[in-house]
């Protein structure tokens, strides 16, 4: 059965926002945006190394770890300053101790939200995490620490163009095969991966 039928939620992890949804076999049934994304997380970051956020985002998505059994401990990092501060060297678990209290806040957040839901119960398939926050290492990890439920990140099935396998767009391709199989306007997901494509055309 899909995963809908068996309740599950869905997590898109975006910049500035958190959006939460949970669907059960007779739809979506409960959504939620939260404040708190992978921004507030680069910018932690900046302010806690002195760095730019341009810098502070590139050294989150190499370096990056939201789960303390997945740290690389003796790993080091060179993270250029600001206003003259030179070149620090830190290690990734410096660096764990930044994200982690944030990453924590979104899924202690997120966790409330569920059970506020009243359908948290009903969510029997688990957590998919989509977003490019969902690539950071270890927050599948943290989600299953903080809400009990089992998680994974939601990579697209298509099969090309390869760009679109990513997270990253896994909400946006998912709403639409959901849309497209709720309303049944196509038998076979081949002929269905064949107009997203189309569609996808006017944005690439």
């Known amino acids: 059965p899909d995963e809908e ?27 939620y945006v939260l404040g708190v994304g992978g921004n507030h997380i680069t910018n932690d970051i900046a302010v806690g190394f002195h760095t730019s956020h341009q810098v502070a985002e590139r050294v989150k998505i190499e370096y990056g770890c939201a789960s303390e059994s997945l740290l690389k401990r003796g790993e080091k990092l060179e993270i250029e300053g600001v206003a003259e501060r030179g070149i620090s060297r830190i290690g990734q678990d410096d660096l764990f101790e930044v994200i982690e209290p944030r990453v924590e806040e979104m899924f202690e957040l997120v966790n409330k939200e569920l059970v506020k839901s009243g359908y948290k119960d009903l969510i029997t398939a688990g957590m998919v995490l989509t977003g490019g926050c969902s690539l950071l290492e270890g927050i599948k990890e943290k989600a299953e620490e903080i809400t009990g439920l089992p998680t994974r990140i939601g990579y697209t099935h298509i099969k090309e163009p390869e760009e679109l396998i990513s997270p990253v767009y896994a909400t946006a391709l998912g709403l639409i095969l959901y849309g497209i199989k709720r309303r049944g306007e196509l038998a076979h997901k081949e002929r269905i991966e064949v107009r997203i494509k189309e569609w996808l055309k006017d944005f690439f």
């Open 5 to 31: 039928d068996l309740g599950v939620a869905l997590l898109d992890i975006g910049g500035g926002t958190t959006d939460l949804a949970i669907f059960l076999k007779e739809g979506m049934r409960f959504t």
